[in-house]
Antibody, heavy 119, light 112 residues
Framework: EVQLVESGGGLVQPGGSLTLSCAVS????????IHWVRQAPGKGLVWVSR????????TYADSVKGRFTISRDNVNNTLSLQMNSLRGEDTAVYYC????????????WGQGTLVTVSS | DIVMTQSPLSLPVTPGEPASISCRSS???????????LDWYLQKPGQSPQLLIY???NRASGVPDRFSGSGSGTDFTLRISRVEAEDVGVYYC?????????FGQGTRLEIK
């Protein structure tokens, strides 16, 4: 069974840092993409970043470029999103999603983890 | 950035009746491979998004055949042939042709 489980969310002050994790399991293919998508309270979906499972390919939304870093640990089957210089507008539920292609066919999603940036 | 515009934003539907959602992109979503890089997702209340349609018209695994996707270029449609109570939630179109990947604003389907 394919599973993605996010963790690491919580309350952080503006300017602070937080690292989200996405534990993946049950994949039959070794080649896929993991995307991070966020959803502010009561709002729509916004794409944040993506990383390939094997190739050194990473991409970021402009709103997080230079502040967020996506990475993977293929030994432990974990993806991470390190978030620095957090702002109030980063407050959201963060989902990781496994996508078959670079920008389409995101067939498995985690349950999400809430990040709240507030003093 | 490619802007995705959905309509309507709210869609009240009587069970058993059909429903359709429109999604327009500010640029063509036709990839050089000939495939349309547009997906449809449904986010049911309190849940994570789930894939309904990928590459414009392909139903995802386990998705009932009452859901269908169509369109080309910049105009796309998600159709539900007969709405059921379990179909309530917010429907999003998403383009994956260019970074940044972008979503429509979402269409909230509710049962009358």
């Amino acid at each position: 069974e394919v599973q993605l489980v996010e963790s690491g969310g919580g309350l952080v002050q503006p300017g602070g840092s937080l690292t989200l994790s996405c534990a993946v399991s049950g994949f039959t293919s070794s080649r896929y993409w993991i995307h991070w998508v966020r959803q502010a309270p009561g709002k729509g979906l916004v794409w944040v970043s993506r990383i390939h499972s094997e190739e050194n390919m990473k991409t970021y939304a402009d709103s997080v470029k230079g502040r967020f870093t996506i990475s993977r640990d293929n030994v432990n089957n974990t993806l991470s999103l390190q978030m620095n210089s957090l702002r109030g507008e980063d407050t959201a539920v963060y989902y990781c999603a496994k996508c078959k292609y670079a920008g389409t066919h995101c067939d498995y999603w985690g349950q999400g983890t809430l990040v709240t940036v507030s003093s | 950035d490619i802007v995705m515009t959905q309509s309507p934003l709210s869609l009240p539907v009587t069970p058993g009746e059909p429903a359709s959602i429109s999604c327009r992109s500010s640029q063509s979503l036709l990839h050089s491979t000939g495939k349309i890089h547009l997906d449809w997702y449904l986010q049911k209340p309190g849940q994570s998004p789930q894939l309904l349609i990928y590459l414009g018209s392909n139903r995802a695994s386990g998705v009932p055949d009452r859901f269908s996707g169509s369109g080309s270029g910049t105009d796309f449609t998600l159709r539900i042939s007969r709405v059921e109570a379990e179909d309530v939630g917010v429907y999003y179109c998403m383009q994956g042709l260019q970074v940044p990947i972008t979503f429509g604003q979402g269409t909230r389907l509710e049962i009358k």
